[in-house]
């Protein structure tokens, strides 16, 4: 019992520990498009677009 215990408070630590504490990126609209939009199916070259409007919005 005491064993099964120290593994879950050691599975518990080691989450806490892994958790990023960096804020995340703002995200623009264009951004949160392409990413919803990434398992759509759509041909290759709508993708690419949605994509190169993601990286142009960020800079």
Known sequence: MRLIL?????????GCACH?????KHE????M???AM???PM????MHRLQEKCAASRQ
Request: hydrophobic share 45%; charged share 5%; glycine share 0%.
């Open 6 to 14: 120290a593994l879950l408070n050691a599975v518990f630590l080691t």
């Open 20 to 24: 990023s504490h960096t804020l995340p």
């Open 28 to 31: 623009t609209a264009a951004c």
């Open 33 to 35: 498009n392409y990413r």
């Open 38 to 40: 990434m398992t759509a």
């Open 43 to 46: 041909p290759p070259d709508a």
